[in-house]
């Protein structure tokens, strides 16, 4: 039950820090700002940022975050805010979409209710198709399709994206969820076919494996790297401490020596618009929503 509390606690600072993060997405306010604020309120709150906050817009579902330099101005995008925060390893997961455009309200609906379905199926038993098969069904009722190569997923200790996979569609997967599983469920819907694929500038990336190098700044970096204890972590936190010029040549000998996962930008391939939502929940015969204010 204490290791139950830690998650609940690391998830309500998640939605609290979401919920904030909302009220700054509005016209004239900068990405850079939006994504900073969030990660300071999550370590205002007492916890650590899962992953770097994450501002995807338009056609752009997931993993865009601004780097430290970035002057991106809100205006009239639609943009999926993605919030992760962590106690000890328990990590929270939560997703909105806010849309500044006007022109994309029923895009909007269709992820939201989709979330809300899958929500109540979140039980002990339930397969994950049945899950899939009812978002798919809710995205395609308001004609969109659902992204089918991105889906929810476990949350385990330091591990953000653990099984079992949460699809957003009937994928025929058989397994069933488990008393007390944590799972993230974050249906994608879109204007396009629903397929993903990488594109543009990484700015994301988590530590797969240390090696020797000889270069003092490049083990400092690498060093500060591993304080975030394998999550992903953004490049615009280490010039926070580091030269950015130190920070680009250090990286660049860091990714040639393999040893991190870079986690690119995924846009609608169609570059169709994209709507996402998010919670964080506790499997339970009344499934428990950990990441709702």
Not at 116 to 143: N, W
Request: with cysteine; aromatic share 6%.
């Amino acid at each position: 039950m204490e290791e139950i509390e830690a998650w609940r606690k690391a998830a309500g600072i998640t939605g609290e820090a979401l919920a904030y993060g909302k009220s700054l997405i509005k016209k004239g306010s900068t990405a850079l700002e939006v994504v900073e604020k969030v990660e300071e309120k999550i370590r205002k709150l007492g916890g650590k940022p899962a992953f770097p906050a994450q501002l995807s817009m338009d056609h752009v579902a997931a993993h865009s975050c601004p780097g430290h330099d970035d002057k991106t101005i809100l205006d009239s995008q639609l943009i999926k805010l993605d919030v992760g925060a962590h106690i000890n390893g328990c990590i929270g997961d939560a997703a909105c979409t806010v849309d500044l455009s006007g022109e994309n309200a029923e895009l909007v609906e269709a992820s939201q209710k989709a979330l809300e379905a899958a929500i109540r199926m979140a039980k002990p038993g339930t397969k994950v198709f049945e899950i899939g098969q009812a978002i798919q069904d809710i995205i395609t009722s308001y004609g969109f399709s659902p992204v089918r190569n991105l889906s929810g997923h476990g949350l385990e200790e330091f591990d953000v994206h653990a099984e079992p996979s949460i699809p957003n569609f009937n994928n025929g997967d058989s397994a069933e969820l488990e008393e007390n599983q944590v799972i993230a469920i974050e249906p994608f819907a879109t204007k396009g076919s629903g397929i993903v694929i990488e594109t543009g500038n990484t700015q994301v990336f988590s530590l797969k494996e240390k090696k020797p190098v000889r270069d003092a700044t490049t083990r400092e970096i690498l060093k500060e790297i591993g304080s975030y204890e394998g999550l992903p972590f953004a490049k615009r936190w280490l010039t926070k401490k580091f030269p950015a010029f130190k920070v680009n040549l250090a990286m660049h000998q860091i990714i040639n020596n393999s040893m991190l996962m870079q986690h690119p930008p995924l846009a609608e391939k169609e570059k169709k618009a994209v709507s996402q939502a998010e919670h964080t929940i506790l499997v339970k015969e009344k499934p428990e929503v950990l990441t709702k204010i």
